[in-house]
């Protein structure tokens, strides 16, 4: 069975070593939600999440830590502010973005994923490590122009590239901050 989620994902390092991944999914088979996918310095993962939306990522995903926390989200078109217990993260995207046409699952396996590897480092189809098959397909493009991100009232630093694994799941994000607006298919 296919279920089908249709958000972004936008990643973000800092100079401390901790790296982010904000899931805001406007669909998704639980309905919308919003989760942070958090490595520490040390490669802690850590998923900050509902508990609602914690139970149907870590089906998808393993962490060694969850953290069940509400995540609220303030958007518009360029800018984020998302906060969760004394996790606060704030980035500017921006003006332009680079669109991509809708396409089949099988291109996204093949070409794209071809592609994707060699320009950006990614992958758009995979398995994650609780077997899900996965299809990433971007419908468009926008880097991260600056970010802030703070915990229990510590700033965590200037923006840096996402340069270490993440280990979420099947791929890492771009090394430089972005985000992408997608649809995800999975198959559980």
């Known amino acids: 069975m296919i279920e089908t989620l249709f958000g972004s994902i936008t990643a973000v390092g800092f100079a401390s070593g901790h790296r982010f991944v ?3 999914w ?12 958090w490595a520490g310095p040390e490669g802690w993962r850590i998923l900050v999440a509902s508990p609602t ?3 149907f990522v870590t089906s998808v995903y393993p962490f060694e830590e969850v953290r069940s926390w509400e995540v609220g989200v303030e958007t518009n078109v360029r800018q984020a502010i998302v906060r969760a ?3 606060s993260l704030c980035y ?12 089949p699952r099988w291109i996204t396996a093949t070409a794209e994923n ?10 758009t189809y995979g398995m994650s ?3 899900a098959a996965e299809w990433y397909r971007t419908r468009s493009l926008r880097w991260v122009t600056s970010a802030s991100a703070s915990f229990n009232g510590t700033d965590l630093g200037p923006t840096s590239q996402v340069d270490r694994p993440l280990g979420f799941g099947f791929t890492d994000p771009p ?13 559980i």
Do not use: C, N
């Open 85 to 87: 217990g004394d996790l």
């Open 129 to 131: 490590p609780t077997g």
């Open 175 to 187: 090394r430089r901050p972005s985000q992408v607006k997608l649809r995800v298919d999975l198959r």
């Open 26 to 37: 406007e669909s998704s088979p639980i309905g919308p939600f919003t989760d942070v996918m």
């Open 53 to 55: 939306a914690a139970e």
């Open 114 to 123: 071809w592609i994707s590897r060699r320009l950006l480092g990614v992958q």
């Open 92 to 103: 500017s995207l921006s003006r332009w973005a680079i669109l991509f046409p809708p396409r």
């Open 22 to 24: 904000v899931g805001h």
